[in-house]
């Protein structure tokens, strides 16, 4: 079964600086998919960033970045100069090559403070 | 830009009614999901569809829920008998590929209440 963990329940952040926010997964399937998706205040779900279990470089999308560590099975998004903006919910996900369904973690609620 | 489109944006209706609530998904993607989310819960998998059958589906998808493709374009959830505990939003998806590593694409949600 495939299972993703996201230990921080809520994270502030000064505006400006950078963030982490936590993720492990654990699976036995060798190819996997990483995602990380936002959610604001008005429910929708905004994809920010993409992580292939065989990809050997971390992801990179503006301010968003992934950090994998495959041996660890983690799987963190730092945001660099946080933004206003950035205040929402940040749920980790994953996909297996033997499945079709997104596994989802608890998510982070994340408050840039101005 | 192409994206996944979901109606009505909030229905509320009387518990033991039947809703139908609909997806438009990218015109070229052959994969349709729906996920539910709780209020302040995370995101759960109920159902993926292909080839206008069920592909996958979790134990919350249940007899009370069903999936369609009625045409070319729309992709539905039907509860048939809405419970307090369905109120949720409920997130439809769609993929241009199946299996890991494929982006799907989130409709913005439509919030269910329950009454």
């Known amino acids: 079964a495939q299972k993703i963990t996201q230990t921080q329940p809520g994270m502030f952040v000064q505006e400006k600086e950078a963030v982490t926010l936590d993720c492990t997964y654990d699976t036995s399937d060798p190819s996997y998919g990483l995602f990380w998706y936002k959610q604001p205040s008005s429910g929708e779900m905004i994809f920010l960033i993409y992580q292939g279990s065989y990809d050997q470089q971390n992801a990179t999308e503006g301010r968003y970045s992934l950090n994998f560590q495959k041996a660890r099975k983690s799987a963190n998004l730092v945001i660099s100069a946080s933004q206003l903006g950035d205040s929402a919910m940040y749920f980790c996900a994953m996909t297996v090559l033997t499945g079709n369904q997104f596994y989802f973690g608890t998510g982070t609620s994340l408050t840039v403070i101005p | 830009e192409p994206e996944v489109t979901q109606t009505p944006s909030h229905q509320v209706t009387q518990m033991g009614q039947e809703v139908i609530l609909r997806c438009v998904p990218i015109?070229?993607?052959?994969?349709f999901y729906w996920y539910r989310q709780i209020l302040g819960q995370k995101v759960e998998f109920l159902v993926s569809f292909y080839n206008n059958e069920i592909s996958e589906k979790s134990e919350i998808f249940d007899d009370q829920f069903s999936v369609e493709r009625p045409d070319g374009s729309n992709f539905t959830l039907k509860i048939r008998s809405t419970k307090l505990e369905d109120s949720a939003m409920y997130f439809c998806?769609?993929?241009?590929?199946?299996?890991?590593?494929?982006?799907?694409?989130f409709g913005p949600g439509t919030r269910l209440t329950v009454l």
């Open positions: 998806a769609s993929s241009a590929r199946d299996r890991g590593g494929n982006e799907q694409f």
């Open positions: 015109s070229n993607h052959l994969y």
